[in-house]
């Protein structure tokens, strides 16, 4: 049987690192966590370490870009993209899912990590922000890492990656678990693309999964390790109760990798593990190892230092160089852990949504309607999405159903609000021309919200034709429960439900859905073509919400809805596959101009909008 347990040795630099890091107390001492202090907590000391790296990292020459594209069940996935000085005619593109236990972390934890891959090993990384717990349970993260690996495949193009790329996975703690389960996936689709993955001290199963048999007694890494400094084993549970998979995905190897048979494992591409001494985690790699070596993988180079690791196992998996050393590294103490990030974005706050946030690829030429006299007073269409509901929360498709707004739904509109809105702000209110909002009360509550004395105005129209998407028997499921319920009617066999292809029973089809916002986009059109030299406050506002900018338009709209209605301004399809979020209770604006506008919180604070 295994025994790892001479692997947990202390380490001066490890106890040098403790003594300056903040740590929550151990969850079975806390009645009540505050999981969102503890997440500030933790990525505050993270954000800080890694500033200090990214200096130390001089003139790396690695440019970065922050996208937002929509997964599979229409939730948007914040990704970033580092590309190193050069790139050759058949890039190595690397996936990569920060750790935190699946509630912490954030693009920018990992900034200096990705930079410094990027630099030393010349390939494209593509970091994730996968949804977190517990305001996200499983499968949510393992939906988000899949579609990153779909989309880089589909869109590598649009991002000025070259066509012919060769594409790698990597993940730290939690992370890890993602990036074997996207690999899993592949093989088990018989779809494999994945040509190599780095897992850092990884995550692999639930703890009530682990297979105590395989390890001596009372040897066990989650037993020995259980109080260890950094992880104890309390926490890794804690983890595992926030994002809460079911029965079935707690027997799923796509959930617990480390459970998966060999003859699925022998599937597996070039492996490059990292381990903890000092961690409950620590046989999860250990155990995977002896199992990758019982059917003869070939090793991978590894000299025990963190970041020479990261380098020298990543550049083995994409040049397959010759192996030097023992390849899953063993150390003694938790130090890897150490955190990285940069500058934060706007979006990776708890108040995310008092930002104005929408994105596209800056590679794409989007066409768009255009007009003469194309001024500073051009006029504008600004989009505002209604603040959070219970079911836009959990991930439920809300069409017509009249929800109101949550608490914090109340919070993101009034403050977006207090800082956009007002007299020489970013929206004037003296500038709009009308204003059309969505009959439904999540919409009609945010334009209150907005702008309180509007109605009294009589600038204001409810107009179905930008009401959320209708879907039928769907509305109030999640995208998992439609598929499950399509199978068992016998549909969707050979592959999956998709709402642009199959529409929704009892629902709207894309067609109809196109129809109304092209009528509504011409209706805009109609009230600001007369005003486009600026001489008459004509901007929309639309509230879904919806707004026109001359004094002639103003709106109020829902999630998926605005993004169509974004798509068919720039003419294109409504299931064209464009990288765009807007978050509860943002503002989007649209121009008639080369592109949409984005907007972020610096931009706001330009125009003195606090």
Not at 2 to 12: G, Y
Not at 93 to 98: D, E
Request: neutral net charge; charged residues 25%; glycine residues 8%.
């Amino acid at each position: 049987m295994a025994d790892f347990s001479h692997l947990a040795r202390p380490s001066p630099e490890w106890t040098s690192f403790l003594e300056k890091l903040s740590l929550p107390p151990a969850p079975e001492a806390v009645v009540d966590p505050d999981i969102p202090a503890i997440r500030r907590r933790i990525n505050s000391h993270r954000f800080s370490t890694s500033d200090e790296e990214l200096k130390a990292l001089g003139k790396h020459g690695v440019k970065s870009q922050t996208l937002l594209i929509v997964g599979e069940d229409s939730v948007e996935i914040p990704i970033r993209l580092y590309f190193p000085r050069t790139l050759g005619r058949n890039a190595s593109v690397l996936l990569y899912f920060h750790g935190g236990g699946f509630f912490t972390g954030s693009l920018s934890t990992e900034d200096a990590t990705c930079t410094m891959l990027a630099k030393d090993c010349d390939l494209i990384v593509l970091s994730v922000g996968y949804r977190l717990a517990p305001e996200w349970t499983t499968p949510a993260p393992f939906q988000d890492a899949w579609d990153a690996r779909c989309w880089v495949l589909h869109n590598a193009g649009h991002m000025g990656i070259p066509a012919n790329i060769s594409l790698y996975t990597m993940g730290i703690s939690a992370g890890a678990c993602l990036a074997a389960s996207i690999v899993i996936r592949e093989r088990m689709t018989g779809e494999p693309v994945i040509q190599g993955q780095c897992l850092a001290v990884p995550w692999l199963c639930m703890p009530e999964k682990f297979p105590y048999g395989q390890i001596r007694h009372g040897k066990a890494a989650p037993v020995q390790c259980r109080n260890s400094a950094l992880l104890s084993s309390s926490w890794v549970e804690q983890y595992a109760r926030m994002i809460n998979p079911s029965v079935s995905e707690k027997n799923s190897p796509i959930i617990n990798p480390l459970l998966l048979e060999d003859e699925l494992v022998g599937k597996s591409p070039p492996t490059h593990i990292m381990v903890c001494g000092n961690d409950p985690l620590r046989d999860h790699g250990m155990l995977l190892k002896e199992k990758l070596e019982r059917l003869r993988f070939q090793n991978a180079p590894g000299n025990e230092i963190w970041d020479a690791d990261l380098r020298d196992g990543i550049s083995w998996m994409v040049n397959r160089t010759a192996p030097q050393h023992d390849n899953f590294r063993k150390r003694s103490d938790q130090g890897n852990l150490r955190p990285d990030s940069r500058v934060r974005s706007p979006y990776e706050e708890a108040n995310a949504s008092v930002l104005l946030l929408l994105y596209l690829s800056s590679g794409l030429v989007l066409p768009v309607p255009t007009m003469s006299d194309q001024d500073a007073l051009t006029p504008r269409v600004f989009l505002v999405r209604h603040g959070e509901t219970e079911w836009a929360k959990s991930g439920r498709y809300t069409g017509i159903t009249d929800i109101e707004l949550t608490a914090a739904g109340f919070r993101q509109v009034s403050s977006t609000a207090k800082i956009v809105v007002g007299a020489g702000k970013f929206l004037d209110p003296s500038r709009l021309a009308q204003v059309f909002v969505s009959p439904r009360r999540r919409a009609t509550q945010t334009l209150e919200l907005f702008l309180p004395s509007l109605e009294a105005n009589g600038n204001v129209t409810r107009t179905e034709d930008i009401a959320e998407w209708d879907y039928g028997q769907y509305e109030g499921l999640k995208t998992h429960e439609i598929r499950e319920l399509r199978k068992k009617k016998g549909l969707d066999q050979e592959r999956e439900w998709s709402i642009w292809r199959d529409g929704c029973e009892g629902g709207e089809s894309m067609q109809q859905v196109t129809e109304r916002l092209d009528r509504f986009i011409s209706q805009v059109t109609e009230i600001q073509q007369p005003h486009m030299n600026g001489g008459y406050p004509a901007n929309v506002l639309v509230f879904q919400f919806i707004v026109l900018r001359v004094n002639p338009g103003r709106q109020v709209s829902h999630g998926l809805l605005l993004r169509c209605l974004i798509k068919r301004w720039i003419g294109f399809s409504i299931d064209s596959d464009l990288p765009m979020q807007l978050n509860p209770g943002a503002i989007a604006v649209l121009r008639y101009a080369s592109r949409l506008i984005p907007v972020d919180s610096e931009s706001v604070r330009k125009q003195d909008a606090y």
